[in-house]
């Protein structure tokens, strides 16, 4: 598809396509690698824009590639453009063939483990004519990517309070204490929030929102914003041996409570008096997408297949 340019030269998508990539990396090879397109035809799809429209967009140098003035400004004019041209495609794909085609779902690491097999299950069983593609990355990142029409759909926990952004809540699930098997706590069916004030509090390093989540409910019950975090993990794996080693407690998700503790002896849990902390599970959308529907669709399915789990599905 080209655009015209009031001369006979004309600018295709394919050529905006590579001039975005590049904006975007400012890095030739990290460009072309990001659309799939060899080095040498990403260069040639510049230079055939810039003579098409008859600016120069970059400045280039032995050691870097930097945006002209013209370059700024069409650079987000192009993103633009690829993304309506993106939703058009959407649009079409949804009206012709409900519920196929390709299907891009981000989910955060905190849930992927414990989840996926559920939503995996469900796929396979359900929309067979899906071509479902999982991409695990942290809230942030998540977000970012479904504001640029890199992800479709997005598995995390809210609320997000996020513009443009439609939540579909499936479940809500408890947090659990773990601690190690001697610790005065562990085994206790009603532990007190309040608890939570003087204990060896070990969390996920910091860009996770189950670690934001648990210093929220640590605020809640009373915990000093000055309270010592002195350890960090980067998954909940690690956590989850750093408390069977003696180094501290931690807040886990119920559904992730039979993974990370299974066949370790030396973990134990602890329940919170109700009503005890917890966290919603949902799918989230851009607003006003073309698949709005079919991912209503896919929401409801969800919230049924999840049942079985030890959660409480959202009505």
Not at 11 to 26: D, G
Not at 253 to 258: F, G, W
Not at 259 to 288: D, K, Q, V
Request: proline content about 6%; aromatic content about 4%.
């Amino acid at each position: 598809m080209a655009v015209s340019n009031k001369g006979t030269k004309q600018a295709t998508l394919a050529q905006l396509r590579a001039f975005a990539a590049v904006a975007e990396h400012l890095h030739f090879r990290d460009a072309a690698a990001a659309i799939g397109m060899s080095q040498p035809a990403l260069s040639g799809a510049v230079s055939a824009l810039e003579e098409a429209l008859g600016v120069q967009l970059l400045e280039r140098t032995t050691r870097k590639v930097l945006l002209s003035p013209a370059g700024e400004r069409i650079a987000a004019r192009a993103r633009s453009v690829l993304d309506a041209m993106g939703e058009l495609l959407e649009e079409a794909e949804a009206v012709r063939a409900p519920f196929t085609g390709t299907l891009r779902l981000g989910v955060i690491p905190t849930v992927a483990p414990y989840l996926l097999p559920t939503v995996l299950s469900l796929f396979h069983r359900r929309y067979p004519r899906m071509d479902l593609q999982v991409h695990e990355e942290q809230t942030s990142s998540l977000l970012d990517g479904l504001a640029a029409g890199r992800l479709d759909l997005l598995l995390l926990a809210v609320p997000l309070g996020v513009p443009g952004v439609t939540e579909l809540p499936l479940f809500d699930e408890d947090f659990v204490l773990l601690a190690p098997r001697e610790h005065p706590l562990a085994g206790r069916r009603d532990i007190p929030r309040e608890e939570l004030r003087g204990l060896q509090l070990l969390l996920l390093d910091e860009g996770h929102c189950l670690r934001d989540q648990a210093l929220d409910i640590c605020r809640e019950a009373g915990r000093t914003d000055g309270a010592d975090v002195t350890t960090t993990a980067a998954g909940l794996s690690t956590l989850v041996q750093l408390v069977a080693g003696g180094l501290g407690v931690t807040l886990l998700p119920r559904t992730a409570l039979r993974l990370e503790t299974a066949r370790n002896e030396h973990l134990a849990t602890g329940c919170f008096a109700e009503p005890a902390p917890s966290r919603r599970i949902a799918l989230a959308m851009r607003t006003g997408t073309a698949r709005q529907e079919e991912f209503r669709a896919v929401a409801a399915a969800l919230r049924e297949a999840v049942r079985p789990l030890p959660v409480w599905p959202a009505e």
